[in-house]
Structure formats: structure tokens, C-alpha cells
């Protein structure tokens, strides 16, 4: 069995775009449409972990100050400003 396939690998039927599939394979370097979906599940795990974790150490605040009390003295208007 490969590293691709193994026992936490499914067949699924997808209906896709070929033009953005075709881009997307271009932009990851997938050497096929199966690679670049892989690549693209990876990628938005990842992301999505960095995101997870980024919001976490968000809620620390700036130098142990948190982001109520930097609103209430009108230093920023939303967490999203950074």
C-alpha cells in the first residue's frame, strides 16, 4: 500500500470546475487532479489549526493586557485591527 493510500483513504465522486482545478494543480505543483485536492485538504487544515492557535495567543492580549481593556481606553477599535 502507498503513503497515499492506506487504510484512512476513500473514493469519492466530485463535481469540480477542470478550469480551477487546472489552475490549482499549476499553483501546488500536484502532479495530478487527485494530489491537488489532497494538497488543498492539507492546506486548509493547516490553516485552520495556524488560525485556531494565532486566536488563542490573541486572547493573551498585548504584553498581558487584554483586548477589552485596550478597546476601553481607545487604543484599538477590534481585535481584527492587527
Sequence with gaps: MSKVVNENTVR???LLN???LRKVRIILGASSDSEAIRMLIEQALAYEEALQAARRIQQHGTFGRDWDELKKEGLIEDASDF
Excluded: R
Design 12 to 14: 469519492k465522486t466530485l
Design 18 to 20: 477542470t478550469e480551477k
